[in-house]
């Protein structure tokens, strides 16, 4: 008889990032995304917007992109020591389903897609690998 093995340990729980309510309401409102990430700048989710802002735009250049790819790489870190803070071991799920989980898996998206747009092809494949390991469903 063959018996499929997986990890024998199982998976670690999933990490649940808090929330952010007061940066969440400045967003929300409207304020500046530049000055909610001056006033919360542990959030990864106001780099998010930042960065997303600079991907997005229509007439992007390679300043946009190094841009967003500033603002990416720091919501990234920023949102590492907040997962490391609640109990992250450097793997494990950290599901999108979770709202204030979304900052960090889309500050690693959008570092992704600048890195890719600038050729660090490295780079790209470990964010895409990142999000597959954190929740499967983001990644293609």
Not at 58 to 69: F, H, K, N, Q, S
């Amino acid at each position: 008889m063959v018996h499929a093995h997986g990890n024998l340990l199982g998976e670690p729980p999933a990490t649940l990032l808090p929330a952010h309510p007061e940066a969440e309401a400045e967003l929300a409102a409207g304020n500046p995304p530049a000055e909610v990430a001056a006033h919360h700048p542990t959030v990864s989710a106001t780099w998010a917007v930042l960065a997303e802002e600079a991907l997005g735009r229509p007439e992007r250049g390679l300043t946009d992109t190094i841009e967003a790819y500033a603002y990416a790489r720091t919501g990234y870190h920023r949102g590492l020591d907040a997962l490391r803070r609640n109990g992250w071991k450097g793997y494990g799920p950290v599901p999108w389903s979770h709202e204030p989980n979304r900052g960090f898996l889309r500050c690693v998206t959008v570092l992704a897609k600048a890195a890719e747009a600038i050729g660090e092809h490295d780079e790209q494949e470990r964010c895409t690998q990142l999000l597959r390991d954190c929740d499967p469903s983001l990644a293609p």
